[in-house]
């Protein structure tokens, strides 16, 4: 009886998660520029856009009974094309695996061609062309889907194995509404092509839940990661207690670990911060470790990378919770 107040509701709900998360991320990088806050934020900023246009549309379908043109549900497609662009790129700013870069590179790339080409279209072409081409818009999307999904999976089978908890606990669940979100797509493009039943449409009025959710986990997530460290966990202390910031030795590793889920480090990379901060140089962190100098150069440099730091003294002041 209310279920399209309900579905209204999400959408307001939505919505206020994502102001919440743009918020977190806006005022983490006006504190401290990093590339992981800007990546959130585009996210966040291209999910509002869409989350409005699909309100937008819902309400003049359901609501008022207007009902939606071809034109209009393709540029929505254009629109979660691009930010489905953003979002691999804060999945990426997450991992920074050089192993999925190649596939990550692809994927946005045909993200990229497919909004603008799509748009293109929608604009310059009547309305009867798109029942023309309906198998090359389905098989464009299928290419689009799969190539998004096969990155998430990529995405979270790589912070699993990095001991990323966090990070891993937000890509399995937000893969996990992917699956469950494309099921439901593919339930909807059935009944374009196959007929046109309530019983097969009415899932896609459901879409708002895998938004909703994907918002939320992303605000929780900028909060953990990007909010959290730099307002609370590194809040300056008392001035009569300064002298006392830097941590005794059994609490190393544990803000090393603070730290590496700051600056989403690697486990291999949480290991070099403990050996460069006991003052360990390139070639005596190869032999403990058992890897290449070469390696070890590449390691730190990706440690300084994302710490945005310059030196190992600058590492060393931010586990000591100190100004660099």
Known sequence: MFIKEIILACYILCIAGIVAGVTCGVLSHIHKKTQLNKAAVMFLAGMFVICFYDM??????????????????????CLIAVTMFFWLGLQKQILDRDAIHFLDGVVRKYMLIYAAVWFILTIAMPVDY?????????????????GFLASSVAHSIYTSVSGMRNST????????????????????????YWGNSRFIREPLDLTIIFWLVISIMTAMFVYHQCFKPTF???APP????????IPSHTDIRERIETVGDQYNLTKRERELVE?????????????????????????????FRKMEVKNRIEVICIVNEENK
């Not at 006991?278 to 190869?286: D, L, R, T």
Request: proline share 1%.
């Open 56 to 77: 937008a549309i819902y309400y003049c379908n359901y609501v008022i009974g207007i009902l939606s043109s071809m034109e209009v549900m393709r540029i929505g497609n």
């Open 130 to 146: 798109f029942y023309t081409v309906k198998w090359l818009l389905l098989i464009t999307d299928i290419f689009l889907i799969v």
């Open 169 to 192: 606990t937000y890509m399995l669940i937000t893969t996990a509404m992917l699956l469950w979100n494309y099921f439901s797509y593919f339930w909807g493009e059935a009944s374009v």
């Open 232 to 234: 609370i966990q590194n």
């Open 238 to 245: 008392p001035k009569e207690r300064r002298q006392n910031t």
């Open 275 to 303: 050996l460069i901060y006991q003052g360990k140089s390139n070639k005596e962190i190869a032999e403990s470790l058992f890897l290449s100098e070469s390696t070890v150069k590449t390691h730190v440099y990706n440690i």
